[in-house]
């Protein structure tokens, strides 16, 4: 894989480059509520406006239908990546249209522009490859060189994260180098016991990734939405929570492996439960009633790990010699919801071990949670990137950047 720096050392002065960046953050309304993602792009995109290219970055957000959503622009991350560089960041209104034209040809050397979110167009995540192949098509026009530097979403096969590099010169970006440094660790050499913590919603995504993690780890936790499929395929009432219905034979088959295979499946004992969703805007108090996992009523939801699970889990972390976390153990956005993640959390500053936590809203998780980033072995941008990483999977944006 060629990575920036041989980029940097051929000269890259007036010459577009085309920045597939993770600006996927957590926003309230356009407020960014934790601007790790931007701040992980911003070694590369400085280190080209340095050298005198005209810097077009790109990224999706969220997961809009195809079309222009304004819910979902990623204006607000264009600002900030201004505030953050300290330099004024042109921002196209749309991806590959006259906004997007105009901006990027009316680019200096050294400048940067933000194009507008790729997924407002249906060829950027399309299965249809000739769909995608006329959307890469299109940015390509856009750009003299690719720099593949959006982690989290290397493991989509999508347009500007697969097809584009295969039509411009590309490189890999600091931030993909440095992750798939980090993360290669973990599946080399790994020390053991190692023990995986998964949480978090995107439950279809994650439960596949577990097959082969049985494989690999010698203790899994599983809490978070992805705890509720466990549950009802043992046969637990689980009311109105988080339920991959679909996946409840797979996740059975997968509990009979972990107990072949003396891999230690940890359930949540206890979880926090109530009629409804929180209100995560204005953070009223949702008087939470915890009971026991086997226990939550028909019409509620368990929306946090309880006080048992909290301490079984961190004695389930204390002896880890390596940890890989990903996914929040509760909807820590709302602070009655927050303590099953600052637990585990906890246990992992706490633990002797190296420890990676993945994921955006991990990541952001501990940061808002007032964890210090330093006390972590690394912080991973990619949630299911980091995981489809460790399952050994070969993923499309390492794979594209690779000949
Ligand atoms: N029991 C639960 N019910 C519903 N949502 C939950 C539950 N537990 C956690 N969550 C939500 O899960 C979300 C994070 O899940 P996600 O799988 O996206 O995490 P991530 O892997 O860190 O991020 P990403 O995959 O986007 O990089 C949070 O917004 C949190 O509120
Ligand atoms: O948040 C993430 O994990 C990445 O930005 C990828 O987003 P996606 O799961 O919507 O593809």
Redesign the pocket.
């Known amino acids: 894989m060629k990575t920036i720096d041989e980029l940097l050392t051929d000269g890259v002065a007036g010459k577009r480059v085309f920045v597939r960046a993770?600006l996927?953050v957590p926003l309230d309304g356009t407020t960014i509520t934790d601007d790790g993602r931007i701040r992980a792009v911003l070694p590369t995109v400085r280190a080209l406006a340095e050298a005198g290219a005209r810097v077009v970055v790109a990224s999706?957000l969220g997961?809009p239908k195809g079309a222009p959503d304004p819910a979902f622009s990623l204006a607000p991350a264009a600002a900030r990546l201004g505030e953050l560089l300290g330099a004024e960041v042109a921002f196209a209104t749309d991806t590959v249209g006259d906004s997007a034209q105009a901006t990027v040809a009316g680019l200096a050397d050294g400048q940067v522009a933000v194009i507008e979110n790729l997924r407002f167009n249906a060829g950027e995540t399309s299965k249809d490859d000739a769909e995608r192949a006329a959307f890469a098509d299109a940015l390509a026009a856009l750009a003299d060189v690719y720099v593949g530097d959006g982690f989290?979403?290397v493991h989509?096969k999508h347009a500007s994260v697969f097809d584009l590099p295969a039509r411009l010169p590309h490189y890999a970006g600091h931030l993909i180098a440095t992750e798939v440094g980090v993360l290669r660790k973990l599946t080399e050499d790994v020390q053991r016991p190692y023990v995986v913590a998964l949480g978090g919603a995107?439950v279809s995504?994650k439960l596949a990734v577990i097959d082969q993690l049985l494989a690999k780890a010698d203790r899994l936790l599983i809490g978070g939405g992805m705890a509720y499929t466990f549950l009802k395929a043992k046969g637990y009432e689980v009311g109105i929570s988080l339920l991959q219905e679909d996946q409840i034979p797979a996740v059975t088959e997968y509990m009979e492996r972990a107990e072949k295979n003396g891999v230690e499946l940890v359930l949540p004992v206890d979880v926090l439960i109530s009629t409804e969703f929180p209100d995560l805007k204005t953070k009223a108090p949702a008087n939470p009633t915890t009971v026991a996992a086997d226990a939550i009523p028909a019409d509620q939801e368990g929306l946090d790990i309880g006080p048992e699970t909290r301490k079984l889990y961190a004695s389930k972390l204390a002896d880890a010699a390596t940890v890989f976390w990903n996914g929040p153990m509760g909807v820590f956005e709302h602070p009655d919801y927050a303590e099953g993640t600052k637990a585990v959390a906890q246990a992992l500053v706490d633990s002797p071990g190296f420890t990676v936590v993945g994921?955006?809203d991990s990541a952001a998780a501990v940061r808002t949670l007032g964890f210090d980033e330093n006390a972590f072995g690394h912080i991973s941008t990619?949630?299911?990137?980091s995981l489809e990483y460790l399952e050994g999977k070969t993923l499309p944006g390492l794979a594209a950047l690779e000949d």
């Open positions: 993770d996927n999706h997961r989290g979403a989509r995107k995504d994921g955006g990619g949630g299911g990137a």
